[in-house]
């Protein structure tokens, strides 16, 4: 056959990218609506999934007007090197590679080599191990509970935890701030 025209490449492209831009909020979708140990299974089952997730979501990122994670490097380099950070949902280890702080980079699958591949509920961590917990646009599960009781779990006595999420992933902001206080948390900056 013949190679396509200019403006049939050009609609085909388009196509595909509206494809991949529907399974992204199709899977966006299942990891707000399932367990992390669910979404561990379907990354495991469907591999290209995960690429496709963290490709929508690289795209999505970029028409804001900041990344938060940028946000949360220039805390930490702020902070004494010596703190050690442990990165839940970490995907491409932005944090890890641009911080001189020890960090545990934790996801469900490995877009790095920094990558510990685990359910962000169970990391394998010792307790009170880590001086700052980080969940950047990773808040995902209907088991939310269980995976910030692991970060309390890990982090030291007066430790920091930071999330950074899009407000309309919460119903209702203040009854969040109030479900990470009955957790031990205390807000200090919103």
């Known amino acids: 056959g013949a190679a396509p025209s200019g403006r049939s490449a050009a609609l085909r492209a388009r196509m595909e990218e ?20 669910e979404a561990a299974q379907l990354f495991q089952t469907d591999p290209e999934a995960f690429e496709i997730y963290h490709r929508g979501f690289a795209q999505q990122v970029g028409r804001w007007p900041e990344n938060p994670v940028h946000r949360i490097i220039r805390y930490l380099r702020r902070r004494p090197a010596s703190l050690v950070v442990a990165d839940f949902g970490c995907g491409d280890c932005k944090i890890a590679s641009s911080v001189r702080n020890k960090v545990h980079s934790f996801d469900l699958v490995p877009l790095s080599p920094l990558v510990t591949v685990c359910d962000m509920a169970k990391v ?27 970060a309390n779990r890990v982090l030291k ?10 407000a309309s992933r919460f119903e209702d902001i203040r009854a969040f701030v109030n479900a990470m206080a009955q957790l031990g948390f205390k807000s200090v900056s919103k």
């Open 18 to 37: 509206r494809l991949l831009a529907a399974r992204f909020r199709y899977i966006n979708q299942q990891l707000y609506t399932s367990t992390s140990r």
């Open 157 to 166: 006595q007066g430790g920091t935890l930071m999330v950074a999420e899009v």
């Open 124 to 150: 394998p961590l010792v307790d009170e191990s880590v001086d700052i917990a980080v969940f950047c646009l990773a808040l995902m599960g209907t088991n939310l509970q269980e995976i910030l009781e692991e």
